[in-house]
């Protein structure tokens, strides 16, 4: 099993900064994916940004040059950088995991989401 524990919530003003964290423990495989998804006020969930082991990178439309994800393979721990925050952006944020056995068995993770309200 594997605990994910993100923070760096909050709010803050349009235009503003935040940058997300989450970190991965527990019985650890080898983690392929992190990603970062989002669900605003009554809407789905919806995949906001994600980084593989090799360093590939994929980002919603929505915040393409405004949000910069990383991750720290040594710590298991994935960053979410977020510039130009709008109020559109506001949601709660999931870390997401994957982890994948030396079988190649895939076990995913969802973290315990963290909100972010845009607001002035």
């Known amino acids: 099993q594997v605990q994910l524990v993100e923070s760096g919530g909050g709010l803050v003003q349009p235009g503003g900064s935040l940058r997300l964290s989450c970190a991965a423990s527990?019985?650890?495989?080898?983690?392929?994916?992190m990603a970062w998804y989002r669900q605003p006020p009554g809407e789905q969930r919806e995949l906001v940004a994600q980084v593989t082991s090799g360093g590939s990178t994929d980002y919603a439309d929505s915040v393409k040059g405004r949000f910069t994800i990383s991750r720290d393979t040594a710590k298991n721990t994935v960053y979410l950088q977020m510039n130009s925050l709008k109020p559109e952006d506001t949601a709660v944020y999931f870390c997401?995991?994957?982890?994948?056995?030396?079988?190649?068995?895939?076990?995913?993770?969802w973290g315990q989401g963290t909100q972010v309200t845009v607001s002035s």
């Open positions: 997401h995991v994957q982890d994948v056995s030396d079988y190649g068995d895939d076990y995913f993770y």
């Open positions: 527990g019985n650890i495989f080898s983690i392929y994916a």
